[in-house]
């Protein structure tokens, strides 16, 4: 029954993905709370792997959390969910290219779209955000610790190189290290 | 991926022409699900059919899918090693700025009106906060701006009546 269960969510979550995989993040979320999947660091350990590994976020990610939940078959199931909507829409739309690229229904659908991924990465900012700095839930003697002001600092640092356009691998590798310092000499 | 799709398609194996990229990229935003997929299964129907589709998308599969599977068995092993649960403290907060990127870069390609700016307040507040179905609220805006435009035109018409 997991595997029906994989098959029809990462089904569900490639046909409703639009722009790219951070837009995915919100969706899994919800889709991994509904079925108890994941928990929410696990979530966002998924994602850092899945961007330092090639390939698409979303085609990693469903391999990821099928692997974790119904082992290899789990893998094989949700990743083909995830691909079969992108595949069957696109054959459509190849076989009648001219039609969708003039239709001023997809330019208006779009236009809804575009900005509703904006709010959708907003939404996996602000959840991650919070596994991140508020782990077990806002408390005010969270700003006491010293735990909450490295993670502050990885992420300020890390946003600038990110801005900078240095490679998104060497900024995980980079946090890492300093994760493990950290970690070690503040006895987090 | 992009420019790695236009040096192979276009310059190596010349299955299309540069131009043709373009309309490849627009595609593969305007529908849904992951747009190195999309490219891939469009570049396969043009050049090779629904064969080719299907083989062009199993290609671009299959190396993550293979790097995944290894990874995750490995994790598994690890996941209770303390230096490892440090590293990956650090590496969410990083997750954090990659994740800010994105947001930017497409707050940045959107439109910048009020029709914009009220979905996306509409979309963060619906999936952060109510935690509504992510589903619903995509087929909610595409439907929106499948609408809106209907809307201010059928206003515009009763003003000048």
Redesign the interface.
Known sequence: MILLELFLTFM?I??????????M???IQ?EAEQHSWLSQ?EL??F?????S????????MA??VG??TGG?LG??IA?LG??L???V???I??KC?QR??SS???D??????????????????????R??FFPSGLQADRFAQA?FW???G??AV??V???KKVN?IK??V???????G???SLD? | ?IPLIQREVCENKKWMKEQDIL?IV??A??????????AA??VG??TGG?VG??LA?LG??L???L???L???V?TEFQSV??V????????????????????M??K???KNG???F??????V???FV?A???F???G??????L??LLIRKGHSDDTA
């Open positions: 569900k490639g046909a409703f993905t639009f722009g790219g995989g951070y837009s993040i919100a969706m919800y660091p966002v350990d994602v850092a792997l899945s961007e590994t090639p390939g698409p976020l979303a085609v990693n391999t990821f692997m974790k290899l893998a094989v990743t995830v691909v909507p992108s595949f829409i696109i054959l739309i190849a290219y969708f690229k001023k229904a997809v208006s659908v779009m236009s809804g779209l575009k900005p509703a991924v904006v709010g959708m990465i907003g939404a996996a900012f602000l959840s991650v955000g596994t991140v735990s490295v993670f502050l990885i992420f890390s946003a190189l990110v801005f998104p900024i995980i980079l946090s890492a290290a300093v994760g493990i950290a970690g070690y987090l | 991926m309309e627009a595609i935003e305007s529908t849904p699900g992951p747009i190195a997929i999309n299964t469009f129907s043009r629904s589709a299907a998308t671009v599969v190396p993550s899918f790097i995944i599977s990874i995750s068995l994790l303390r230096a649960q440090y590293a990956f403290m650090g590496i969410r907060a990083a997750v954090l700025a990659l994740i800010l990127k994105a947001l930017w497409m707050f390609a959107s439109k029709f914009s700016y979905i996306m307040a509409a979309v963060l619906l999936t952060a935690k179905d992510a589903v609220v995509i087929i805006c595409g439907l929106f701006g499948l809106w435009p």
